[in-house]
């Protein structure tokens, strides 16, 4: 696996509480399973928020160790701002029985995405 380091940074950096990631490779994508534990049940103190898969296509990771540093750098400013914006419409909440996992939503992150 290509180093990943960069993108989790940028993942521990936008998500507003201590994450918990999972981290795979799959078919030369990398994917990232967050999540985080709410504190908002005192009936459940150990529910978790929905699971976001963040999905960074292969196209960016060929792309990006190819690159000069300074259009990695812009490329990863792109992601934060982009996860930023995803986060403000994201509801981490969640009516999930403690029996069943919790749901998951898919982010998908493109090349095209990252470009200015």
Known sequence: MKNTQCYLEII???I??????????????????????LNSDPNRLSKKSKEIHILITSDVVDEFEDHPKKWQESVLDKLEELLNERLEGFDPEHDAPVTSPPPVEEWI????MLMD
């Open 16 to 37: 507003p509480a201590e994450p918990i990631i999972v981290e795979y490779q799959q078919s030369g994508d990398y994917g990232f399973n967050v999540s985080w534990k």
């Open 109 to 112: 992150i493109t090349l095209d």
């Open 12 to 14: 521990r950096a936008v």
